[in-house]
């Protein structure tokens, strides 16, 4: 494809997902996320590949902005590949959040492609198992069908998929721009 026609159809399909994506989801997402601010639980966000980048930068956005204690286990490579190396893959976000001791009132916000299943990203969904065992909220922003983040979550916002090549591009820009929106909303 040439660079101006696939300038004009990665725009023309990101405006389609503004047009059509659930705001009442994300209007419920505001909701939780006030909810666990006014609680004072603590934010943690899970994500792998590029969604672990967003959930870096988110967790400085809720901090430093939205004024929220909030962690992301992939922000210290050495625990997270000692864990990996100790543990397992799969295992890896469930046991860093058993030593953060999380707890009913603590929101779990997983950050995913797909959203997981039981033969991809199970990291995600061993940690959303935990989480249901011990009383703490989900807020998922997912893509696809939205995978055991859709079936689990208390909230999840689904990015639509408009184009079946761009999937991965667009859901993970629009974790970014969901995260954004709901920092400002969160902050006061």
């Known amino acids: ?53 967003n959930a870096s930068h988110a967790v400085n956005d809720f901090r430093k902005i939205a004024g929220m204690e909030t962690y992301a286990p992939t922000d210290n490579v050495s625990e997270l590949t000692a864990r990996v190396n100790d543990e397992s893959w799969d295992a890896v976000f469930c046991t860093w959040l058993a030593v953060s001791q999380l707890r009913a009132g603590d929101l779990l916000l997983i950050l995913s492609v797909g959203g997981g299943s039981d033969t991809v990203s199970r ?3 061993r940690a959303m198992e935990l989480a249901k065992e011990r009383g703490a ?5 997912v893509s696809r069908t939205g995978g055991k983040t859709r079936e689990l979550a208390d909230v999840c916002v689904l990015v639509p998929v408009v184009d079946d090549q761009a999937i991965t591009p667009h859901a993970e820009s629009w974790q970014g721009v969901l995260l954004h929106l709901l920092v400002n909303l969160v902050k006061d």
């Open 137 to 141: 909220s989900i807020l998922g922003i």
């Open 1 to 53: 494809m040439e660079t101006q026609p696939a300038i004009d159809h990665y725009l023309a399909k990101t405006i389609e997902i503004a047009q059509t994506i659930d705001r009442g989801a994300i209007a419920r997402a505001v909701g939780l996320l006030r909810a666990t601010k006014q609680r004072r639980g603590r934010l943690f966000i899970l994500g792998v590949g590029g969604s672990a980048g």
């Open 123 to 125: 990291n995600l969904v």
